[in-house]
DNA sequence: CTCGAACGAGAGCACCGCTCTCGTCGGAGT
DNA sequence: ACTCCGACGAGAGCGGTGCTCTCGTTCGAG
């Protein structure tokens, strides 16, 4: 059946919370986002609100999933599938450190301290892991069109999941324990990377902040066999 | 001369509220930490404790040059001068990652997203190069006693400063820019893993933390040439 | 010994997250 | 077509927060 009036107004006010919020999120970051001024934004009581949201949490939890969906569209959208991979990489890793650049609140949420007291991963998983299935994707076609040599084929259940066995592009003979150990490294290490720059410890060591990226990412690139 | 009763029990309720403070923030995390709390701690209105700190905000960056002190001094105590580069690396940085798990909230808030408006870069800089400072030197060391093959010699200070440059062994022909690159990168990617480790990222991914903590660090070792 | 500065206590302001109650109104079932 | 339950927004209120101001007290330098 249709949705009714009601069902709609509810879900455009929805809409229009999270749109305040979000802009709260990006003005005052999330520390300082307040449920009571989002309210007014919208002009609402603060205890309407409610009515939409269960807590501040859940309203922050909401901004989590659709920051993980918003950076994992900007990768998605930079990857050239049918580019070297090194090149396709790089692409990706330049889209994420522009969206963090560009969206400085909403990449400390996602990938700063944890603001609540539990995050809810459940919900995020899928959102969150986006980023990490384009660069799985990347590593998985690098290897079935043959550019990366094969590997002693070492394969330890205890030191890494099968779940990111899959995402890391499945078995293939140019995959061992190593490989993957290196593809996790050049993974997170994108993140220390963009976290560094964007908090500040990199001041007054990396001048060049473009240049200084393409090198380091061009390093992780060459670790992992691109 | 010396102090007098007044400064020595000024001196001694200043330690009281940073005590106090450093185990709000250890339970509860900085997000969550009162200062009105840590007055009722100490048995202090909370008007009193402005008496000692201008500002919550300040109070925080105290905690924070304590915990780069703590941690810089954990990597310190870490580092045998007389053991080869690769094992003075890996000591150093599972000495971090120790002081990281046990200090989890205090790991946040130096490395997290940064909580005040804006911390006091001033005041914080030197108790926060203490690490990097021990890197550096692990880096020098190898360097000075002919460890690491003479580099390409490339120096271009738009890309890294001089006093990174300083920090990373000084002027040597095992240094280029594409090594001490790859020794910030080495640096960010130490932080990178132990962040996604404690802010839950290689949930699902990662199984054994200690041994793939390890490999990791030793990947980052070869590539700084250790 | 004096007097100003430092100090602790208390009240108060504006704001916060969250709960509860109370009229109102939409819409599904009869 | 009517009824009635549930969703809804508004408002008051609770306990908490950071921070400011005032007011006596007390310490210690001159």
Known sequence: MPPTARERVRAELTREITDAARRQLAEVGAAALSLRAVAREVGMVSSAVYRYFPSRDDL?????????????????????????????????????????????????????SPVPGYRAPQDTVPAAARVALVLGRILGDAAASGALPPAGGARDPALISDDAVAVLGGDHPAFDDVVRTRALLAWSSLYGTISFELFGHFVGSVQDGDRYFDRAMSELAALIGF
Not at 71 to 78: L, N, S, T
């Open 60 to 112: 922050l939890t909401r901004l989590i999933i659709d920051g993980y969906d918003d950076v994992g569209a900007a990768a998605e959208a930079a990857d050239a599938p049918d580019a070297p991979p090194r090149d396709r990489w790089l692409a990706v890793c330049r889209a994420v450190r522009a969206w963090a650049r560009s969206h400085p609140h909403e990449y400390a949420l996602l990938y700063g």
